[in-house]
Each structure stands twice: as structure tokens, then as C-alpha cells.
């Protein structure tokens, strides 16, 4: 069983951005095909809650050979995507300086398959955050349904 949705996303307009790829850009260095998140819809600063997304696409790298017949988004993306949705949140909405860089996974279930043509909603909980260092939950939704979650941390290397 699942985990309950660290938040309600039907309270949330899912059309409005809050920071697009340029506004992600200023403060990831990700490009090209390591680039795994294409927008954050919203955040709440004094909970320490944010909501972004990546739209599986049939162009994106993986796709060839990861399944061939059925791309499947392989999950060590998945995270990627949720550690980016993180780090844009500690250095845009929190400021914090320098790079953010991976430190640790812990805990992660991956209960359903991402494909091309669907959106992976990304929820993220900054449950500790230090000066140098944050812990975060973070779950996948597509279609509302919990695709994965895990907990990671982040490190201003």
C-alpha cells in the first residue's frame, strides 16, 4: 500500500508555472539530456512543500533502448528528476548558495511504470533543512496514482 500523497494536488491550479526551464536553469546546472525537470507549479515556503513535473516525451534518450517495443522511464531518472525538484527548492525559494549535489537515497519503492506521453507530477516534503545539508520526501504521482516515492538528501558541495 502506498504511502498517502504528501499533499493535496486537487487544491492546486496544475496550470500555472512558477518557475519554467529558464527559471530552473538559473539554478541547476543540468542541460541537455540530464535535464529532468520542466517546471515547478507551486510551493509553499512555510511548509516546506513544493510541486513540479517532468513530461515523458518519445524524444527523450532512454527511450531507444529502455525497453525496446515498451520504453519504460528508467528509475534512477525518476530520482534524478526528484533531486532536481529539491535543489531548485533550497537555492530558489530558500537561497541557498553554491551547488547542490546528491548525498544520500534512502527508502524507495517504485510501484508503477512512467511512459512517454504522460506527465510525472513530482511532490516533495523538505523534511530537515541545515546549512549545508536537507533531507527530503519525495513522491511520483502520474494520473494520480503514486508511481514512486523515496526519501533523499541533498549537499551544498
Known amino acids: 500500500m502506498p504511502p498517502v500523497q504528501l499533499f493535496d494536488m486537487s487544491k492546486i491550479d496544475l496550470t500555472k508555472i512558477v518557475f519554467d526551464k529558464e527559471a530552473i536553469g538559473e ?17 509553499d515556503k512555510d511548509k516546506y512543500l513544493i510541486l513540479g513535473y517532468k513530461d515523458v516525451t518519445e524524444n527523450e534518450f532512454w527511450v531507444r533502448g529502455h525497453i525496446p517495443g515498451r520504453p519504460l522511464m528508467p528509475a534512477v531518472i525518476m530520482i534524478e528528476a526528484a533531486a532536481q525538484l529539491s535543489s531548485v527548492f533550497v537555492k530558489k525559494v530558500y537561497e541557498l548558495p553554491g ?44 494520473n494520480g496514482t503514486m508511481v514512486f516515492d523515496t526519501t533523499i538528501s541533498g549537499m551544498n558541495v
Open 27 to 43: 539554478v541547476n546546472p543540468q542541460r541537455y539530456e540530464m535535464q529532468h525537470l520542466d517546471g515547478v507549479i507551486w510551493y
Open 99 to 142: 551547488f547542490i549535489g546528491f548525498a544520500s537515497i534512502d527508502n524507495a519503492k517504485f510501484r508503477k511504470p512512467v511512459e512517454p506521453g504522460q506527465r510525472l507530477y513530482l511532490l516533495c516534503n523538505i523534511t530537515t533543512f541545515k546549512s549545508r545539508k536537507y533531507t527530503a520526501v519525495i513522491q511520483g504521482v502520474v
